[in-house]
């Protein structure tokens, strides 16, 4: 069933329809098919999705408190642009979530903890050889959430998933300006920190997490000061 179908039954209630409208856009906003700086139409958005616009509204209060859209001032709304000037204390987050949960995975793991975290990395690696940016992001938060889930923490692993949603813009615009052709090595330190993982080598799992994390983020700055050819508001 495609998304039209499903925005078109006349039998949905309310609260189906604004997770259909939420879900949708979240995804679009989150991928970049509406970049930074796109202006939201509820008159627009009604007709797409055949409804009311309270059901719209609803939708647009959730994704305007996760920060993915703003209201202005003269009341209209647009995508939110994203803050680079602030870029250092989410990355510094993401840094962090990433050594903490790969290192509480290789103290806690079960065997099917590996079974699935193998499964994601499967995935992943399928997604950079057949090229597929939105496939990468998407299997690689699927890695990085099954890895958190083994280390035990639900409130780690929340976190953690909130900043990989988060930083989907952001890896979007790096595969970006690659073409899509993300590097081999990001599947070979996948690779490495799920074999210190299976080891339980704590140490060996903080270590490459950190390297993993913090070579992803200085390649990210690197782009953004380079700034020009980026198709996007900055």
């Not at 703003?70 to 993401?94: E, G, K």
């Not at 840094?95 to 995935?123: G, K, N």
């Not at 699927?142 to 890895?147: D, E, Q, Y």
């Not at 997490?209 to 953004?224: G, M, P, R, S, Y």
């Amino acid at each position: 069933m495609t998304a039209a179908d499903k925005t078109s039954r006349p039998e949905r209630k309310r609260g189906s329809g604004v997770k259909v409208v939420y879900d949708l856009l979240r995804d679009e906003i989150l991928d970049l098919v509406l970049p930074p700086g796109s202006p939201i139409d509820e008159v627009q958005l009604a007709e797409r999705f055949k409804m009311s616009r309270t059901p719209i509204r609803e939708a647009l209060v959730r994704l305007a408190g996760e920060g993915l859209i703003d209201t202005l001032p003269n009341r209209s709304t647009m995508v939110s642009n994203i803050d680079f000037m602030n870029m250092h204390t989410y990355f510094d987050a993401l840094v962090l979530m990433y050594r903490i949960t790969t290192r509480l995975a290789a103290e806690h793991h079960r065997p099917e903890d590996l079974r699935v975290i193998r499964a994601h990395q499967a995935e992943f690696a399928k997604a950079v050889e057949e090229q597929d940016a939105l496939a990468m992001i998407a299997t690689n938060a699927a890695l990085h959430s099954a890895i958190a889930e083994a280390g035990r923490n639900p409130y780690f692993t929340g976190l953690f998933g909130r900043l990989l949603n988060e930083g989907r813009r952001l890896l979007r615009l790096y595969y970006q300006s690659y073409d899509d052709r993300l590097p081999q090595r990001f599947v070979d330190e996948h690779e490495d920190m799920i074999a210190v993982i299976a080891a339980r080598d704590v140490e060996a799992a903080d270590r490459l997490a950190k390297v993993h994390a913090e070579q992803i983020v200085d390649q990210i700055q690197k782009l953004f000061t380079r700034g020009g050819h980026l198709n996007v508001a900055l």
